[in-house]
């Protein structure tokens, strides 16, 4: 979570397993007022679409909507993607990135560097594999990120033929997030609250057992 005027940047973070839900409202909050503003002073709402666990996308994206509305708030939508490729630190080279898709599998893409999009990037088709197999598809010399990987590090480590980014720089930050929607917001690519979905990684147990009686 992050808030940001110019050059100052005020984040905060949430531990791995504290509940965002009930966390969220506070932080934004405090976010704004470490830069002596208001949430409801903001010139854009910005929130990562995906992807990432039911949970997460859903809380974030139904808070920005909330505050979008009833403050009229331009709102911009990220790729968890984009971001992961924007801090991977390289120039004018592909990523590959993967999340955490549950049971083992991971969500990846190749981010292709792309001077006529506002973030600088493009996303291309995702994949849902095991992490094991993607690794061993990738090809020789490729840039490697995304917090898929620490799923199993040892894996990708394996491969000595790689350029892995290290550490927490292979997970999305809050302040990359606002700068790349910076970005977006120049450019004029606010969307309509309404019609912005998450970026689930895969269907909901429901959708995947349409027969499985409710209960």
């Known amino acids: 979570m992050a808030a940001a005027e110019g050059a100052r940047v005020a984040e905060v973070r949430f531990a791995p397993a504290q509940a965002h839900a009930r966390r969220i409202a506070a932080a934004l909050e405090e976010a704004a007022a470490a830069l ?19 949970t997460g996308p859903r809380v974030g994206i139904s808070t920005a909507k909330g505050l979008a509305w009833a403050a009229g708030i331009p709102l911009v939508a990220v790729s968890g993607f984009e971001v992961v490729a924007d ?30 999009a506002p973030t600088g990037w493009s996303v291309g088709p995702t994949r849902l594999v095991p992490l094991a197999a993607w690794i061993a598809s990738l090809p020789a010399g490729a840039v490697v990120t995304g917090p898929g990987l620490d799923l199993l590090p040892s894996v990708a480590e394996e491969r000595g033929d790689l350029r892995i980014v290290a550490g927490a720089a292979r997970r999305p930050s809050a302040t990359a997030v606002v700068r790349l929607a910076e970005r977006l917001a120049a450019a004029g690519r606010v969307v309509d609250p309404a019609g912005i979905v998450p970026d689930y990684s895969r269907p909901s147990y429901a959708q995947e057992n349409p027969s499985h009686p409710s209960r």
Do not use: C, K, N, Y
């Open 87 to 116: 801090m991977a630190g390289v120039t004018g080279e592909a990523v590959h990135a993967a999340f955490d898709a549950g049971r083992g599998e991971v969500v990846a893409a190749v981010i292709a560097p792309d001077r006529a």
């Open 36 to 54: 002596d503003w208001r949430v409801a002073d903001a010139g854009v709402v910005a929130v990562v679409r995906g992807p990432g666990s039911f």
